[in-house]
């Protein structure tokens, strides 16, 4: 499976943005997807995940009521829609995909990751 994420940018404190990634080359119905998110000198970290199916979601603590995450499994997309943005937020940000699983959260339980997309949110 390969990924790609886009959308990233600059945006207010205050401020929403919409990041997507598009999966090519495998079984995209049949995965977990992952969003995580590295800001300089930290630890990749958990946002967010969906199930193969789309009917369950889980997130990180620092993110959850604020950001959304949604798939189409028709056009192999999944969405993260980030609300309320921080400065604590900006990173970049990387998808993720594994076959099935539900509620994984470690950076070694994904498979697949895409390059990334930089979020700037600033003050």
């Known amino acids: 499976v390969q990924l790609q994420a886009s959308g990233g940018g600059l945006v207010q404190a205050g401020g929403s943005l919409k990041i997507s990634c598009v999966a090519s080359g495998g079984a995209f119905s049949s995965t977990l997807m992952g969003w995580f998110r590295q800001a300089p000198g930290k630890e990749r970290e958990f946002v967010g995940g969906?199930?193969?199916?789309?009917?369950?979601?889980f997130y990180a603590d620092s993110v959850k009521g604020r950001f959304t995450i949604s798939r189409d499994n028709a056009k192999n997309t999944v969405d993260l829609q980030m609300n309320s943005l921080k400065p604590d937020d900006t990173a970049v940000y990387y998808c993720a995909a594994r076959p099935y699983g539900l509620g994984l959260k470690r950076v070694s339980e994904y498979d697949y990751w895409g390059q990334g997309t930089l979020v700037t949110v600033s003050s």
């Open positions: 969906i199930s193969w199916g789309g009917d369950s979601t």
